[in-house]
């Protein structure tokens, strides 16, 4: 074999061992903790996430655990402290982690059909239109919900409310309507379609409708994650098999939704959250 050659074929490996160690997937230290809402506290949200976990760990080479909230507000309390490296966040949350605690965008969720935010009303309530809510009882969702808490808010700007009841779940803002202990509640059209049928004592009434469709959730990466680390878990989930994926509903490549109008909407209700609490509300 001629020198030139050997020195070729020398040149030839290097330069193979050398890319070979450039693919090789960052090392990951510690936890990568999942973040996702489960209104319920079922056990069920366990078993959802196992497979995926089990993925997302052999690939990276990291302990995966999945670490549910109740409800959005608890939510809020673990994106502010960065103790969640993914979140399987709802539109009003992942607009929230976007603005705030400077979450990224990684693939959107399977989205819920015409899911928009509605004001309800007993259909026996004389009230008709908005205006006609000054000194009245309403029932929200927890703060982070968009249909239950950011919209209604944006839209009864101005007015000054008896009191804001918060519910832990959207069952109980039509429970609560439906008993009287509210006169108005504010869900998604697709909750007041699951809920109302199951709650007897009342029908009920859509009073508003808000024009704008909500974008569907988000699975979001946290800051606390580092950039080559981000990027690689990105390509990592991009390659989860489309059905697998459907039963934690991410779309692995789908469009990350445009949260535009809802950190605007987030935005402008944060000027007067300090006044929810207080009796009567003023929402100005």
Not at 121 to 135: A, M, P, S, T, Y
Not at 163 to 173: G, S
Request: with cysteine.
């Amino acid at each position: 074999m001629s020198l030139r050659f050997s020195r070729r074929l020398f040149l030839s490996q290097l330069i193979y061992l050398t890319v070979v160690g450039c693919q090789s997937p960052p090392k990951f230290e510690g936890t990568i903790t999942i973040g996702a809402i489960n209104y319920g506290g079922s056990d069920q949200i366990i078993n959802q996430f196992a497979k995926f976990n089990s993925y997302l760990g052999e690939k990276i080479k990291a302990y995966v655990q999945l670490e549910p909230a109740f409800n959005e507000n608890r939510a809020i309390e673990r994106l502010e402290a960065r103790a969640w490296s993914l979140v399987f966040a709802p539109p009003g949350l992942a607009a929230i982690a976007i603005a705030r605690y400077q979450y990224t965008p990684l693939f959107p969720l399977v989205g819920v059909s015409n899911l928009r935010s509605i004001l309800v009303v007993r259909k026996d309530n004389l009230i008709q239109e908005l205006k006609q809510l000054q000194g009245q009882t309403v029932a929200l969702g927890q703060p982070g919900s968009a249909t239950g808490y950011y919209l209604p808010l944006f839209n009864l700007y101005g007015l000054t409310l008896a009191e804001i009841l918060f519910a832990p779940t959207p069952k109980t803002v039509l429970e609560w309507v439906a008993s009287g202990k509210a006169n108005v509640g504010a869900v998604s059209i697709a909750e007041y379609n699951l809920h109302s049928r199951e709650i007897s004592q009342s029908e009920f009434r859509i009073l508003y409708t808000d024009p704008h469709y909500v974008p569907p959730g988000a699975v979001l990466i946290g800051p606390s994650v580092e950039r080559n680390r981000q990027e690689y878990i990105r390509q990592v989930m991009s390659q989860f098999p489309s059905v697998l994926a459907e039963e934690i509903a991410y779309v692995p490549n789908g469009q990350v939704p445009n949260y535009q109008y809802m950190i605007s909407v987030t935005e402008r209700v944060k000027l007067i959250t300090s006044q929810l609490q207080n009796k009567p509300v003023r929402l100005f």
